[in-house]
T-cell receptor, first 111, second 117 residues
Framework: DAKTTQPPSMDCAEGRAANLPCNHSTISGNEYVYWYRQIHSQGPQYIIH?????ETNEMASLIITEDRKSSTLILPHATLRDTAVYYC????????????WGAGTKLIIKP | DAGVIQSPRHEVTEMGQEVTLRCKPISGHNSLFWYRQTMMRGLELLIY????????DSGMPEDRFSAKMPNASFSTLKIQPSEPRDSAVYFC???????????????FGDGTRLSIL
């Protein structure tokens, strides 16, 4: 099963773009990359997902490399409320529901 | 739209007591998940329902744990008898999902923080 590697923590200045990297070098061709975040004392919140192409929504952008071995989540204008643990996840191969959750990246937005 | 609703938000009880956690999924979602989160083990999938039917309960730790989904808008996770090692945050999530939908995101409730004394 594909697994992900993320830095344990990152800082970013308020108002700047936060770029969160993720390595998933063993990802299979039909596995999606999902990003979730978990703000303290809340449930995980879905952010974005993608397969091959770059994706953008109201929360963030997801850049997936051409070989699909890594991706970057971009929060274009980080605010203090974006302080959270960010999880990069891939779905278990041949499963339509099982997600492999790692330890995530603790992102701290500083004023 | 209302998200996934869980109750209670906090539960403190003594070991040996029965604990019932409740979940109302997002309307229209046909997949429901129960997770447990601890510092040591992170987020673990306990059980997955599709169209109210338990599909995968391999993550349920032992027979003291049971889950039901009597209808599309309600699910329970029960622990009987409870033990201190069951202390954790329990999350419920729902999604649009089926054997044909491989990329639907799961939406989580805010969890129940359970403490067994």
């Amino acid at each position: 099963d594909a697994k992900t590697t993320q830095p344990p923590s990152m800082d970013c200045a308020e108002g700047r773009a936060a770029n969160l990297p993720c390595n998933h070098s063993t990802i299979s061709g039909n596995e999606y990359v999902y990003w979730y975040r978990q703000i303290h004392s809340q449930g995980p919140q879905y952010i974005i997902h993608g397969l091959k192409n770059n994706e953008t929504n109201e929360m963030a952008s997801l850049i997936i490399t051409e070989d699909r071995k890594s991706s970057t989540l971009i929060l274009p204008h980080a605010t203090l409320r974006d302080t959270a643990v960010y999880y990069c996840i891939v779905r278990v191969a041949d499963s339509n529901y099982q997600l492999i959750w790692g330890a995530g990246t603790k992102l701290i937005i500083k004023p | 739209d209302a998200g996934v609703i869980q109750s209670p938000r906090h539960e403190v009880t003594e070991m040996g007591q029965e604990v019932t956690l409740r979940c109302k999924p997002i309307s229209g979602h046909n997949s429901l998940f129960w997770y447990r989160q601890t510092m040591m083990r992170g987020l673990e999938l306990l059980i997955y329902f599709n169209n109210n039917v338990p599909i995968d309960d391999s993550g349920m730790p032992e027979d003291r744990f049971s889950a039901k989904m009597p209808n599309a808008s309600f699910s329970t996770l029960k622990i009987q008898p409870s033990e201190p090692r069951d202390s954790a945050v329990y999350f419920c999530a729902s999604s649009l999902g089926s054997d044909r939908a491989f990329n639907q995101p799961q939406h989580f409730g805010d969890g129940t923080r359970l403490s067994i004394l």
